[in-house]
């Protein structure tokens, strides 16, 4: 087997794909305490050092709504020199192949539903997610770039609302699912009602982080084309359906409020997955109650020592 690298291994997309990756596989992992990818020496020595034929690159700067709103400046930077340095650092020193993660959130606001791989950027983003977007949206011209010129077989996924096992369950910038898991727990435990934030009706694709690592795996051996590829089973979930099943499995009997002067975001971004299907029509993802069930029960398993 080629000599396979994963940045950001001990992430919610990274940690997947340790789990999932089989033993015949040679998988060498860094996480961010062992090499500042936001340094571009760091990571070429890294890269030099380990040697790998192919890159999973996994690790991000990423927030939820609050964390998007909170820290545009910040987001920006951190995911601009943290692609810009491993997909350049894997050029010079001759990685075969890179699989990038780009997000249904860093698509255009006013776009075409469903969203297709193709419309990344045909409109500016929502602006609630202005400064990660614009960072993100450059590993997609990254890619082709040196795709063109280079020649490198360098490629992209776009998930849509991941969760699983070590997500960051931060209350204020955590995504929705993990936040509410926390805050669950936390309302059952002090015997308190559950504030959640908006209306309850926007619509998110959920997909379970374990999902993504197998499609991962399957896309690193065959995908060679320079379009991105929608990792989505493109079916929507309001988020007051996610609470009532996040409560349900978390046997929360309290009062769950909608507080309407918190932002609703986005009101729904679909995406189309006919892509997916071509490529891989008998893949069978988790159900997201199914999903839902073994990221409570690790949450509550793990608490305290989860990152928040
Ligand atoms: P997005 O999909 O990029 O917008 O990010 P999120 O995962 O943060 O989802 C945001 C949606 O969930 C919005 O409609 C929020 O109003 C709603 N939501 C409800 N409660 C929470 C919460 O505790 N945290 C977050 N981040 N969003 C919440």
Request: net charge neutral; aromatic share 10%.
């Amino acid at each position: 087997m080629p000599k396979d690298l994963l940045t950001g291994s001990e992430g919610l997309v990274g940690s997947a794909i340790k789990r999932h990756s089989s033993k015949e596989r040679d998988l060498v992992c860094v996480t961010k305490k062992q090499v500042d990818l936001t340094d571009f020496s760091a990571t070429v020595k890294m890269m030099e050092d380990l040697r790998p034929e192919r890159v999973f690159h996994a690790a991000a700067a990423v927030g939820g709504l609050g964390g998007n709103m909170r820290h545009p400046g910040e987001l920006f930077r951190k995911n601009i020199l943290i692609n810009f340095n491993v997909l350049e650092a894997a050029r010079v020193t001759g990685v075969k192949r890179v699989l990038s993660y780009l997000s249904t959130c860093i698509f255009p606001d006013k776009v075409e539903y469903p969203m297709k791989e193709t419309s990344l950027h045909e409109g500016p983003p929502h602006p609630s997610n202005f400064g990660y977007a614009h960072a993100k949206r450059m590993i997609d011209i990254q890619s082709r770039a040196y795709r063109m010129e280079y020649g490198c077989d360098f490629i992209t996924a776009v998930g849509t609302n991941l969760f699983g096992l070590n997500d960051n369950f931060n209350l204020l910038d955590g995504h929705a699912l993990p936040s509410l898991i926390h805050k669950t727990y936390l309302a059952k435990r002090d015997g308190k009602d559950l504030t959640v934030w908006g209306s309850g009706k926007p619509l998110r694709e959920f997909v379970f982080a374990d999902d993504i690592a197998r499609l991962s795996l399957w896309a690193m051996d065959e995908y060679h084309e320079e379009t991105p590829l929608m990792f989505s089973h493109g079916e929507e979930t309001s988020i007051r359906e996610l609470v009532e099943l996040i409560a349900k499995k978390m046997n929360f009997q309290g009062k769950i409020i909608f507080d309407d002067s918190k932002a609703d975001g986005q009101y729904r971004k679909p995406s189309d997955v006919s892509k997916l299907k071509k490529f891989q029509p008998d893949f069978k993802f988790t159900s997201l109650e199914k999903a839902i069930e073994q990221t409570t029960k690790w949450f509550t398993a793990s608490y305290p020592n989860i990152r928040m």
